[in-house]
């Protein structure tokens, strides 16, 4: 196969993580992360943009014949990519069986595409995957999101694959039947329309274990801005009493085969000390607050914050990226 182009293939996003307890104190806490959005085909080539065209019954048996095995021992160009390797050992690595149902024998493509059908959700164009990588091994995927879009480019579904402390893993599906109402009583994606849209609140209900310190029951609500160039994400724990627990990322694209090892700076994806951690002198003249865009004291910054923790008063989201385009500063 081709070598993956970094500009359209695989993205490097570095940003900051927080989390907010609500009771029986409150108390939150961030660090700095970093993650990566994927083809899902270069994990598994049935999930390629060209394997999920429709197709014949005889070249449906001839495709999946060829695409029976993930790809191996793939290598991006650049100066960065030498070191990051996908289903193969690397510094920073993307590995199929990291994913999926972890059932022996089913590949992430089986497991994905009848998650999908179960769901009423049509079989996407393309699918990518946003999640933390390995570092030097080392794997921490609490949650990782499949995203699924139509020939339009259009998010059809987005998958939320959650892995516990216990090697337990589940997947929500989320479509436009997890949509929330409006206060008019409508949502966004019903009937023929579904489609999703930046900004809308999805929400299903919990029904997998973890934390310990948490009930199995309650809901989850998400809430997503996924640009090219930036990405925020939302997830909300609901108990009886209401909200208890707040997570949410907000990080910027790194172009990855633009600049060399010594100028990426990031931290192990669970905010432990270096993995690859780079002192500050050497990355020039920019901080990395320049860097990621995301200075704490901007304007940006806290209409991002509005956008991910409220409304605006009249029970909708701002539209961040309509405000301040694709590359807000």
């Known amino acids: ?37 994927l083809d899902a085909g270069l994990l598994d080539s049935a999930l390629s943009a060209q ?12 495709q999946s014949s060829a695409d029976a095995e993930p790809h191996k021992n793939v290598r991006a160009s650049g100066a960065f990519w030498p070191l990051f390797g996908l289903n193969r050992p690397a510094l920073i690595s993307m590995h199929a069986k990291d994913h999926g149902s972890g059932k022996p024998g089913e590949s992430l493509s089986a497991w994905l595409m009848t998650l999908l059908s179960e769901h009423g959700v049509p079989r996407p164009a393309s699918v990518r995957l946003l999640a933390y990588p390995r570092v030097l091994g080392y794997q921490f995927k609490p949650v990782s999101f499949w995203l699924c879009d139509d020939e339009n480019g259009d998010c059809v579904a987005m998958v939320a694959e959650v892995h516990n ?19 008019a009583g409508a949502s ?11 900004g809308q609140t999805l929400s299903t209900s919990k029904c997998f274990t973890v934390s310990p310190f948490c009930t199995i029951s309650g809901l989850y609500r998400f809430r997503f801005y996924n640009q090219q160039n930036r990405s925020l994400s939302r997830i909300e724990y609901h108990d009886e009493q ?15 085969g633009e600049v060399g090892h010594g100028k990426v700076a990031a931290v192990r994806p669970d905010g432990g000390a270096a993995g690859f951690r780079v002192a500050a002198a050497r990355l020039g003249q920019r901080s990395t607050e320049g860097i990621l865009g995301v200075d704490r004291g901007s304007t940006v910054e806290r209409i991002l914050d509005r956008a991910l923790d409220g409304d605006d008063g009249g029970g909708k989201r701002p539209d961040v990226f309509g405000q301040f385009g694709a590359e807000p500063r």
Do not use: W
């Not at 293939?9 to 700095?32: K, Q, T």
């Not at 966004?188 to 930046?198: C, P, Q």
């Not at 208890?244 to 790194?254: C, E, F, I, V």
């Open 1 to 37: 196969m081709s070598m993956p182009n970094p500009q359209t293939d695989i993205a490097c996003f570095i940003g900051e993580v927080r989390h907010r307890r609500l009771r029986p104190v409150v108390h939150h806490f961030s660090y700095r992360s970093f993650f990566f959005r």
């Open 242 to 256: 209401g909200l208890l627990l707040a997570g949410r990322a907000l990080a910027r694209r790194q172009i990855l």
């Open 188 to 198: 966004i994606g019903e009937g023929s329309n579904r489609k999703l849209r930046d």
């Open 165 to 183: 402390t216990f090697s337990g893993r589940h997947a929500y599906v989320l479509s436009a039947q997890s949509l929330e109402k409006t206060q």
């Open 51 to 62: 394997a999920l065209q429709p197709t014949s019954p005889e070249q449906a048996t001839a």
